[in-house]
């Protein structure tokens, strides 16, 4: 049974935009934290950003001021708004749900490629 779905990701030029999406369940989203992981080729996995059930964000330094995470309850979603993204950001983003960082649920990943 997949829990959490994401969508979103693709190509984008240097200096672009992105929004990553995840819908959850009603019972993950009203239960856990949900963020984003990342994983760059040849690099060890990332947590990006996190949004807690009372609205409290965490982001990694890296994207500080770029990335924004944001949720619908509406919708059972969490959004990744990524502005200004740079080669770097290339990576498979995992949405995930949680205990603080801890993962209990995984989405499947979406690949982010940030090229000219």
């Known amino acids: 049974q997949v829990q959490l779905v994401e969508s979103g990701g693709g190509l984008v030029q240097p200096g672009g935009s992105l929004r990553l999406s995840c819908a959850a369940s009603?019972?993950?989203?009203?239960?856990?934290?949900m963020g984003w992981y990342r994983r760059a080729p040849g690099k060890q996995r990332e947590l990006v950003a996190s949004l807690t059930t009372s609205d409290n964000t965490n982001y990694a330094d890296s994207v500080k001021g770029r990335f924004t995470i944001s949720r619908d309850n509406a919708k059972n979603s969490v959004y990744l708004q990524m502005n200004g993204l740079k080669p770097e950001d290339t990576a498979v983003y995992y949405c995930?749900?949680?205990?603080?960082?801890?993962?209990?649920?995984w989405g499947k990943g979406t690949l982010v490629t940030v090229s000219s």
């Open positions: 995930y749900a949680g205990p603080g960082p801890s993962v209990n649920y």
């Open positions: 009603r019972s993950i989203f009203n239960s856990y934290t």
